[in-house]
């Protein structure tokens, strides 16, 4: 059975520092993957989506990369600022078609 | 840019009622979805919905859940007698094919309240 795992599960860094998160999952039998941005309250924005035959995907200050083989998946952010502020999460489409989600990392830039 | 609509994006009821929660995909999209997040836990998978039936349904999707397309441009999720325990934020999404390879867009989210 596919499982996802973000850590860390909660990221405080200042302004302008560049940023890893972390997802793993697994079973490498995936689809593709792909990272959302969640505010509080509010829905899931797509980041960024990488096939199973990608390595990366870049979007701005953005940049996913994945290790099918590894079960690995980071999200690099470049010059993190205040409004980068959000819960991230990653989620995998495993064989049978189905998203299986993160938990996700909550981060927070402080000013 | 196109987007997923979901009304309302609040609902409270009493135990035992029923709710529908309404969703408008995008327009060429053919492949609909929802998913529910109870506070504080993961995104989970409800059912997939594909031309006017369901494609897939998970273990939550019970005899209690029903989905519907009624008119080519809504997409409703009923809950015929809600349980305090179906509390979440449901979300609606939406893909432009099927092929598995493609970007998810989803809505804004209703986020439920059983009393």
């Known amino acids: 059975k596919q499982e996802v795992t973000q850590i860390p599960a909660a990221l405080s860094v200042p302004e302008g520092e560049n940023l890893v998160l972390n997802c793993s999952f697994t079973?490498?039998?995936?689809?593709?993957l792909q990272w959302f941005r969640q505010d509080p309250g509010k829905g899931l924005t797509s980041l960024l989506l990488?096939?199973?035959s990608q390595r990366e995907q870049t979007s701005g200050r953005l940049n996913a990369s994945l290790d099918k083989s590894s079960g690995r998946s980071t999200l690099y952010i470049a010059a993190s600022q205040p409004g980068d502020s959000a819960t991230y999460l990653c989620a995998v489409k495993d064989s049978n078609y189905q998203l299986i989600w993160g938990a996700g990392t909550k981060l927070i830039i402080k000013p | 840019e196109p987007e997923v609509t979901q009304t309302p994006s609040h609902q409270v009821t009493q135990m035992g009622q029923e709710v529908i929660l309404r969703c408008v995909p995008i327009?060429?999209?053919?492949?609909f979805y929802w998913y529910r997040q109870i506070l504080g836990q993961k995104v989970e998978f409800l059912v997939s919905?594909?031309?006017?039936?369901?494609?897939?349904k998970s273990e939550i999707f019970d005899d209690q859940f029903s989905v519907e397309r009624p008119d080519g441009s809504n997409f409703t999720l009923k809950i015929r007698s809600t349980k305090l325990e179906d509390s979440a934020m449901y979300f609606c999404?939406?893909?432009?094919?099927?092929?598995?390879?493609?970007?998810?867009?989803f809505g804004s989210g209703t986020q439920l309240s059983v009393l």
């Open positions: 990488i096939q199973s």
């Open positions: 079973d490498s039998a995936i689809y593709n």
């Open positions: 999404a939406s893909i432009e094919g099927g092929t598995g390879v493609e970007k998810l867009f």
């Open positions: 327009s060429n999209h053919l492949y």
């Open positions: 919905f594909y031309n006017n039936e369901i494609s897939e």
